[in-house]
């Protein structure tokens, strides 16, 4: 059948093998999804109005897309919209939802709908004649949309702040209906959560978090105050003797489990490879000996000065040794009596002296 006037076009979404030219095919609307449309479509029309009567005539549409469950609405303004403004807007746009403005179709002549104050978009191209929809005397739109009969089956609507999605157009996303009653009820869930979590009514949800972030930097710094003093305190922990020439490093450090033996190769490290690394951590104890020096100090031999003092078990052999069960009051005066060993270890023999010697003078 060849198209009388004009035609409406469906897309369907099918394989293309299906369909045939001849077959008869059966379209149906899907009523509550087409109802919904209708809600956000109806309220973006007032919308548009509310905001030339809060901005003035100059925020004109920019383009739309409406569904079921959301709107989103462009509209040229040079700037971003006060907190004021939009609360405005949403106020004005609320009452004449509630004012259940009647809509009128009505077919003109494209002059006469302009002449009568319908809004028409520029970049839009219209025909001869145009549908003019109307919300009261209110709002007055050249379209072909599919609208609700009274603005009070919107229900509600709900916009968000606008964004800029270009140069001089903003955007504004709304939500009406089913869809806004949805909104509703997961932003009221959330701050239940919220009010649970913090143990407070959701009114006073804002100053608990400006007096948790409040607590949390004062924490921050209390934190930052305690490493510090135990960074100074972990010097503390190192108490260094140099008897003759050597090194004598003693090393306190927290770990309990590890091997000291790793902990006792690091300090002799940092004492340049020369000298003599004791670490300590609660009861037990390791020792390394430079090896230029392990001769003439064993460690064995340290372990035995140190444990004199400190008690415990353990020894050496060669460079290293350790062991534990010491009791750590003792650990300075243990440092101590290594000190004297090292002392009477490394002092030269004394010269035989003429009085107690037998050989005389020659
Ligand atoms: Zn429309």
Redesign the pocket.
């Known amino acids: 059948m060849q198209p009388q006037g004009e035609a409406i076009r469906h897309r369907v979404e099918m394989p293309p093998a299906k369909l045939k030219p001849g077959d008869h095919v059966h379209a149906a609307v899907d009523a509550p999804r087409r109802r919904a449309v209708a809600r956000h479509?109806s309220a973006?029309?007032l919308l548009h109005r509310a905001l030339r009567d809060v901005l003035g005539e100059g925020a004109v549409q920019a383009g739309s897309s409406v569904q079921p469950d959301y709107a989103t609405f462009d509209f040229r303004f040079p700037r971003a919209l006060t907190a004021e403004e939009v609360d405005r807007v949403s106020a004005l746009l609320n009452e004449k939802i509630r004012a259940n403005l009647v809509r009128r179709v009505e077919e003109l002549p494209l002059e006469e709908a302009i002449a009568t104050g319908a809004v028409a978009l520029f970049d839009e191209k219209y025909g001869e004649r145009v549908r003019v929809?109307s919300f009261g005397d209110w709002a007055r739109?050249l379209?072909g949309?599919t609208h609700v009969e009274r603005s009070g089956e919107i229900g509600i609507a709900l916009i968000s702040t606008d964004r800029s999605i270009g140069a001089g157009v903003r955007r504004i996303e709304m939500r009406v209906g089913a869809a806004a009653e949805q909104q509703i009820r997961n932003a009221e869930r959330v701050l239940r959560e919220l009010g649970d979590i913090l143990r407070t009514a959701p009114s006073e949800l804002p100053a608990r978090v400006v007096a948790l972030q409040t607590e949390v930097k004062r924490l921050e710094k209390d934190a930052a105050n305690l490493r510090q003093r135990l960074a100074a305190g972990g010097s503390a922990q190192l108490e260094e003797a140099e008897v003759d020439g050597v090194r004598l490093i003693l090393q306190r450090v927290d770990d309990q489990e590890k091997d000291l033996l790793p902990y006792a190769d690091q300090v002799l490290n940092r004492a340049n490879g020369n000298g003599v690394a004791i670490v300590i951590a609660g009861r037990n104890f390791a020792f390394k000996v430079a090896s230029p020096l392990a001769d003439r100090l064993p460690a064995n031999d340290l372990i035995q000065a140190f444990r004199k003092v400190a008690g415990g078990k353990g020894g050496g052999r060669g460079q290293v040794g350790q062991g534990g069960g010491i009791d750590p009051n003792r650990v300075d005066d243990a440092f101590k009596s290594v000190q004297d060993f090292v002392r009477k270890q490394l002092k030269p023999p004394p010269r035989p002296s003429p009085a107690s010697g037998g050989g005389g003078n020659p």
Do not use: D, L, N, P
């Open positions: 479509h973006t029309h929809v739109e379209c949309g």
